[in-house]
């Protein structure tokens, strides 16, 4: 069973820091990649960060460059995004997602990614 639960969503005002959590079954948990992706309102879902199980390399949107950090905890199977520095157009759906391929060239590609977890909504106010 593939199943990845995100947590740690909500509403924060713009400078302010959030911390997502993405608790994944085993199967999710050692697949190749796991990685934090959003979408606002009309716009397309994009990567935010991703991290390798293999080597724990990460990959960062340049968008989270410098902002967003993301780290695993194999102890309790645990992805996370750790957000500074806010701003408002990091409002989004925010998504845990994960998949077996090391395709590097679409590491951010949230089309190479097949487990996806239900979201948890991010709100960024000034």
């Known amino acids: 069973q593939v199943q990845l639960m995100e947590s740690g969503g909500g509403s924060v005002q713009a400078g302010g820091s959030l911390r997502l959590s993405c608790v994944a079954s085993?199967?999710?948990?050692?697949?190749?990649?796991v990685g934090w992706f959003r979408q606002a309102p009309g716009k397309e879902r994009e990567g935010v960060a991703v991290?390798?199980?293999?080597?724990?390399?990460?990959y960062y949107a340049d968008s989270a460059k410098g902002r967003f950090t993301i780290s695993r905890d194999n102890a309790e199977n645990t992805v996370s995004l750790q957000m500074n520095s806010l701003k408002l157009e990091d409002a989004a759906m925010y998504y845990c997602?994960?998949?077996?391929?090391?395709?590097?060239?679409?590491?951010?590609?949230?089309?190479?990614?097949?487990?996806w977890g239900q979201g948890t909504q991010v709100t960024v106010s000034s």
């Open positions: 997602a994960a998949r077996n391929s090391n395709w590097r060239l679409s590491v951010l590609d949230a089309g190479t990614y097949v487990y």
């Open positions: 085993e199967y999710a948990y050692r697949t190749k990649t």
């Open positions: 991290i390798y199980a293999g080597d724990g390399s990460t």
